[in-house]
Structure formats: C-alpha cells, structure tokens
C-alpha cells in the first residue's frame, strides 16, 4: 500500500490502488477505503492528508 502511494501520491493514485485493491483482494470499494486508511495510519502516516483529500474530493457534498 505504502509504495503504491509512494509511487503516485495523487488522488487518481489513491483511486488506482482502491481499485487494484478490490481486484486483487476481491472486496468491495468500502472495505478497500478502510484498507487504505488503516494501512496509512500505521505504516505510512504521511500519507493521512493525501487521504484526506481523496476523501474531500469524492464526499459528494458530505463532511469527509
């Protein structure tokens, strides 16, 4: 999870590995979300905000 943010610490960075996740591991999108977050909060915190951020981009008008 680490290097695939590392790599390409965008949005669509975000959006690509959530997307890997749900094939590779075959879950859903919100258990992918949940995967992220975790991973990010213990093994790559600097990656929190760009969380965040996705999450800010994508709430669809909702408090992320």
């Not at 075959?26 to 990010?40: E, F, H, T």
């Not at 915190?45 to 669809?60: E, Q």
């Amino acid at each position: 999870m680490c290097r695939s943010l590392d790599a390409d610490p965008t949005i669509d960075g975000v959006l690509n590995t959530g997307v890997s996740l749900t094939k590779k591991a075959n879950i859903d999108p919100y258990v992918a979300g949940q995967v992220l977050a975790y991973s990010a909060i213990w093994f790559c915190p600097t990656h929190i905000t760009l969380l965040k951020r996705f999450a800010d981009y994508y709430k669809g008008g909702r408090e992320a």
